[in-house]
């Protein structure tokens, strides 16, 4: 049943409906607190409101409840990355790409810190990356 509510939720987040999608994430969560697939979806749809501390806070649960959910690491990294603290947010999408080495997505948003760092060297490295498994901008 938990899982219901997270499989609508995300169909709530494609919509564009974060609050009720919100709701389903808190419905599935408190069906299952160990689920960890729920907490990295609520953070996703924080994530679409902007509210990146609580997006933080879920993706921490997450990643406690299952270490190789490189989506997590992602979305916290954006996170991070959105309030600025671009290391922080490196060292995410670093473990984003080592759990799934082809997250191609995982490279071109590390590709765009670095960019935005002044690092060109490894921004062109992460941006080849992406393009050579499929990721368009």
């Not at 490295?125 to 992406?130: C, T």
Request: aromatic residues 12%; glycine residues 8%.
């Amino acid at each position: 049943v938990a899982q219901a509510f997270n499989n609508r939720g995300n169909a709530y987040v494609s919509l564009g409906q974060h609050e009720r999608a919100i709701n389903d994430f808190d419905e599935a969560i408190r069906l299952n607190p160990e689920y960890a697939n729920a907490y990295n979806s609520r953070a996703s749809a924080f994530l679409g409101l902007g509210q990146f501390e609580r997006v933080i806070q879920d993706t921490d649960e997450a990643i406690r409840l299952n270490p190789q959910l490189h989506i997590a690491y992602f979305n916290r990294g954006y996170a991070y990355s959105s309030l600025g603290q671009h290391e922080r947010a490196i060292e995410d999408l670093d473990e984003a790409v080592r759990v799934n080495p082809n997250y191609a997505v995982g490279y071109y948003l590390r590709g765009l810190i670095y960019q935005e760092l002044g690092k060109s060297k490894e921004a062109e490295r992460d941006f080849k990356k992406a393009k050579e498994l499929g990721f368009t901008p």
